[in-house]
């Protein structure tokens, strides 16, 4: 598997992936599904297609213009990228239109104001300083929480539509001088960092309340499923809102020059010429989203190897659709994927056979609300419960150098071992040594791995069956996200020019799946689990301010307790299973130790679903891992906890601590006090 990754290859693979835009549900769409189908019966995978049904919109029409006060502000904003001569695929703008996946079709008119980065407590400091923002726009910057949170958060304070910008300071080339940065600080083509015209397409869906299909929620938007109504889903805003560049929103922020009020440097983004004034503007905007929504096909590619082992399967995934051709987002992804598949296919050839059934998934409308994971998930709930042991995820899988993880805490030890094993193309470190690096300040330290929040397929997975999973990623100086320039031009010349950070995520995800499928105990650790959650607790009681939540406590403890004993008899059983070879025949009483080790083993994390869900929002279902409720990608550990914290119901406090320690202490029991082979 290190040695097998061609960069050639996976640099066909992209040039094909990103020679289209491929939105969700079109007709091009459906056309590179069909192709990652046959690559995979190419390369001796048997694969099909699984079609979902789900609501998806398209842009018709869109305008912003500041249409009444001082005719010196007023202006109609361009909603459109410039074409860059040496990117080809640039050329059109028009392609797919600066649009919100999941926005509110209609028309919104009132003053405009700055809102910040749109968080609750930005509009309440609006509020607090005496600023109108009820029956405003509010015009707020990319950065600090999902763009669709940022929607959720003007609709509460009445605002009539939502203006979401990217500014120079976040994602523009201000600030990116210096290590951890590569490139110059410059905006594209002359650098990598997003450029004036540049707007970031996106959903805007409430990701913390539901993932998938809106108007299906707990179950799979198959063709003739029920459907609720599109004001009854939680999912989906009641304001319009439109994607801007820098440019377009700079009138604006000229409109509120020495309006309303203005903060330090917090609220100031890059631009030069403003002050960053609260407002609102003294004339009104239109804000025009006239958008297409209806019920249209999706396509899943699934693959599978049959597994010696029926009762196991490991899961490799990778969405497919783009906002526009997606170079980085998600085709880098694709890209391994199926060079991937191919170092399998090549494996079959010979002879072999994975212990455990591999699937491997192209998923379909991610962008949207990670909808084809997430059906495809509900549509075989029952069937992962009993198999399901881990899922892999990659989407942004190569933007740049930099490797990063984030895992359920039982995988971060094979995490570790296999990123020890693949040479980091650009120093003389492993992965894992220059994943040190920069995460933890010395390639001699343990590199950090991160929690899963939201933002990608692993979604569905974690949060609503329990499936332990991991995302992996190469990040780096990528500022062209969801935009026209996230292109095969931009890959080459500031991605990954070589290609060889794509081959060494090929390695790092075929060797993942490769170990998790093959060996013969499942390379799953508990105790790293338990130590974990120690450290939530602490977090929580913080939060919480209390001394302890003793229940809660007890239940870790028990955990770490029973874990370290586990583990222990696991490391007996690995020295008795040294003495045979990898393919022999084990006497029937190990073999039963080793199935009941690892039937413990994939079940763990299942045991920290709660079928009640957090209350709030009931689709999300483990008691440690949710995404934030306001911030959206980041993690909420004990979220349903720290909900009650936040609302100060005490009653509702103790119950959810309660809730969260009975199923750890679940998952303790499922651990045997004493592990003999």
Same mark, same amino acid.
């Given at each position: 598997?290190?040695?097998?990754?061609?960069?050639?290859?996976?640099?066909?693979?992209?040039?094909?992936?990103?020679?289209?835009?491929?939105?969700?549900?079109?007709?091009?769409?459906?056309? $590179?599904?069909?192709?990652?189908?046959?690559?995979?019966?190419?390369?001796?995978?048997?694969?099909?297609?699984?079609?979902?049904?789900?609501?998806?919109?398209?842009?018709?029409?869109?305008?912003?213009?500041?249409?009444?006060?001082?005719?010196?502000?007023?202006?109609?904003?361009?909603?459109?990228?410039?074409?860059?001569?040496e990117d080809e695929t640039s050329h059109n703008p028009d392609v797919v239109p600066t649009f919100h996946g999941y926005s509110k079709n209609g028309t919104a008119q009132g003053r405009v104001i700055y809102a910040n980065y749109g968080t609750l407590a930005d509009f309440q400091y609006l509020v607090d300083q005496g600023v109108e923002v009820n029956?405003?726009?509010?015009?707020?910057?990319?950065?600090?929480?999902?763009?669709?949170?940022?929607?959720?958060?003007?609709?509460?304070?009445?605002?009539?539509?939502?203006?979401?910008?990217?500014?120079?300071?976040?994602d523009g080339p201000l600030n990116k001088e210096g290590f951890p940065f590569i490139n110059e600080p410059k905006s594209y083509p002359e650098g990598p960092w997003r450029s004036e015209s540049s707007a970031q397409r996106g959903s805007v869906q409430f990701l913390s309340l539901l993932a998938g299909d809106p108007l299906t929620p707990g179950y799979a938007a198959?063709?003739?499923?029920?459907?609720?109504?599109?004001?009854?889903?939680?999912?989906?805003?009641?304001?319009?809102?439109?994607?801007?560049?820098?440019?377009?929103?700079?009138?604006?922020?000229?409109?509120?020059?020495g309006r309303g009020v203005s903060r330090d440097h917090d609220w100031k983004g890059g631009l030069d010429e403003?002050?960053?004034?609260?407002?609102?503007?003294?004339?009104?905007?239109?804000?025009?989203? /006239?958008?297409?929504?209806?019920?249209?096909?999706?396509?899943?590619?699934?693959?599978?190897?049959?597994?010696?082992?029926?009762?196991?399967?490991?899961?490799?995934?990778? /969405?497919?659709?783009?906002?526009?051709?997606?170079?980085?987002d998600p085709s880098s992804g694709s890209a391994v994927l199926l060079e991937v598949v191919r170092a399998f296919g090549e494996l079959l050839k010979v002879g072999w056979k994975p212990r455990r059934s591999i699937i491997f998934a192209s998923w379909d409308a991610e962008e949207y609300g990670l909808v084809g994971s997430t059906e495809w998930v509900e549509d075989n709930r029952d069937w992962l419960d009993k198999h399901g042991v881990v899922y892999i995820n990659m989407d942004t899988a190569v933007s740049g150098p930099h490797f990063g993880s984030s895992a359920s805490p039982s995988l971060n030890q094979l995490v570790y071992e296999v990123t020890k094993h693949v040479?980091?193309?650009?120093?003389?470190?492993?992965?894992?040594? +220059?994943?040190?690096?920069?995460?933890?300040?010395?390639?001699?330290? $343990?590199?950090?791995?991160g929690k899963l929040g939201s933002g990608s397929d692993f979604v569905g997975f974690l949060d609503h069956v329990g499936i332990a999973s991991v995302d992996i990623r190469f990040t780096g100086d990528y500022g062209v996200y969801h935009s026209n320039y996230d292109s095969f031009h931009?890959?080459?010349?500031?991605?990954?020019?070589?290609?060889?950070?794509?081959?060494?995520?090929?390695?790092?995800?075929?060797?993942?799946?490769?170990?998790?499928?093959?060996?013969?105990?499942?390379?799953?650790?508990?105790?790293?689990?338990?130590?974990?959650?120690?450290?939530?607790?602490?977090?929580?009681?913080?939060?919480?301010?209390?001394?302890?939540?003793?229940?809660?406590?007890?239940?870790?403890?028990?955990?770490?307790?029973r874990s370290a004993h586990f583990e222990s008899g696991l490391g007996r059983l690995e020295q008795h299973l040294a003495s045979f070879d990898a393919a022999e025949d084990l006497p029937e009483q190990l073999a039963d130790?080793? +199935?009941?080790a690892n039937?413990?083993?994939?079940?763990?994390?299942? /045991?920290?679903?709660?079928?009640?869900?957090?209350?709030?929002?009931?689709?999300?279902?483990?008691?440690?891992?949710?995404?934030?409720l306001w911030e959206g990608y980041s993690s909420q550990t004990f979220a349903a906890v720290a909900e009650a914290v936040d609302e100060k119901d005490r009653k509702l406090v103790d119950y959810t601590a309660h809730r969260a320690a009975k199923f750890i202490k679940k998952a303790a029991k499922s651990l045997p006090r004493h592990h003999r082979p």
């Amino acid at each position: 598997m290190l040695s097998f990754p061609s960069a050639d290859q996976v640099h066909e693979n992209l040039r094909i992936y990103t020679s289209e835009a491929h939105l969700a549900g079109t007709e091009s769409d459906r056309r $590179q599904a069909e192709w990652t189908r046959e690559k995979f019966e190419e390369y001796g995978i048997d694969a099909e297609i699984a079609t979902y049904y789900p609501l998806l919109n398209y842009p018709i029409n869109r305008r912003l213009g500041l249409i009444s006060g001082p005719e010196e502000f007023q202006y109609e904003a361009s909603l459109r990228e410039d074409p860059v001569e040496e990117d080809e695929t640039s050329h059109n703008p028009d392609v797919v239109p600066t649009f919100h996946g999941y926005s509110k079709n209609g028309t919104a008119q009132g003053r405009v104001i700055y809102a910040n980065y749109g968080t609750l407590a930005d509009f309440q400091y609006l509020v607090d300083q005496g600023v109108e923002v009820n029956g405003t726009i509010a015009l707020v910057r990319y950065g600090g929480a999902f763009r669709g949170l940022k929607v959720r958060a003007a609709e509460k304070f009445g605002c009539v539509g939502t203006l979401i910008f990217s500014d120079p300071l976040d994602d523009g080339p201000l600030n990116k001088e210096g290590f951890p940065f590569i490139n110059e600080p410059k905006s594209y083509p002359e650098g990598p960092w997003r450029s004036e015209s540049s707007a970031q397409r996106g959903s805007v869906q409430f990701l913390s309340l539901l993932a998938g299909d809106p108007l299906t929620p707990g179950y799979a938007a198959t063709k003739d499923a029920p459907r609720i109504k599109r004001e009854e889903s939680p999912g989906l805003a009641s304001i319009p809102s439109l994607p801007l560049s820098w440019r377009d929103a700079l009138p604006l922020l000229k409109a509120m020059q020495g309006r309303g009020v203005s903060r330090d440097h917090d609220w100031k983004g890059g631009l030069d010429e403003v002050d960053y004034f609260s407002g609102p503007t003294e004339g009104e905007a239109i804000l025009v989203n /006239h958008i297409d929504e209806k019920i249209t096909p999706i396509w899943n590619v699934i693959g599978k190897i049959q597994g010696t082992d029926d009762d196991s399967a490991i899961i490799l995934g990778n /969405h497919r659709d783009a906002w526009v051709y997606g170079a980085v987002d998600p085709s880098s992804g694709s890209a391994v994927l199926l060079e991937v598949v191919r170092a399998f296919g090549e494996l079959l050839k010979v002879g072999w056979k994975p212990r455990r059934s591999i699937i491997f998934a192209s998923w379909d409308a991610e962008e949207y609300g990670l909808v084809g994971s997430t059906e495809w998930v509900e549509d075989n709930r029952d069937w992962l419960d009993k198999h399901g042991v881990v899922y892999i995820n990659m989407d942004t899988a190569v933007s740049g150098p930099h490797f990063g993880s984030s895992a359920s805490p039982s995988l971060n030890q094979l995490v570790y071992e296999v990123t020890k094993h693949v040479d980091d193309p650009r120093t003389d470190w492993s992965v894992y040594e +220059a994943w040190a690096n920069v995460t933890a300040g010395s390639p001699d330290a $343990q590199p950090v791995v991160g929690k899963l929040g939201s933002g990608s397929d692993f979604v569905g997975f974690l949060d609503h069956v329990g499936i332990a999973s991991v995302d992996i990623r190469f990040t780096g100086d990528y500022g062209v996200y969801h935009s026209n320039y996230d292109s095969f031009h931009w890959m080459e010349k500031f991605g990954d020019p070589t290609f060889e950070y794509h081959a060494a995520m090929v390695r790092i995800a075929g060797s993942l799946l490769l170990r998790l499928a093959d060996e013969r105990v499942l390379p799953l650790y508990p105790i790293d689990y338990a130590v974990a959650l120690d450290e939530y607790t602490a977090d929580i009681e913080e939060y919480a301010g209390v001394k302890s939540f003793g229940e809660l406590r007890d239940a870790v403890k028990k955990l770490l307790k029973r874990s370290a004993h586990f583990e222990s008899g696991l490391g007996r059983l690995e020295q008795h299973l040294a003495s045979f070879d990898a393919a022999e025949d084990l006497p029937e009483q190990l073999a039963d130790h080793v +199935a009941r080790a690892n039937e413990r083993l994939a079940k763990f994390e299942r /045991h920290f679903i709660d079928p009640k869900g957090i209350q709030s929002r009931p689709w999300f279902k483990h008691v440690v891992y949710a995404p934030s409720l306001w911030e959206g990608y980041s993690s909420q550990t004990f979220a349903a906890v720290a909900e009650a914290v936040d609302e100060k119901d005490r009653k509702l406090v103790d119950y959810t601590a309660h809730r969260a320690a009975k199923f750890i202490k679940k998952a303790a029991k499922s651990l045997p006090r004493h592990h003999r082979p």
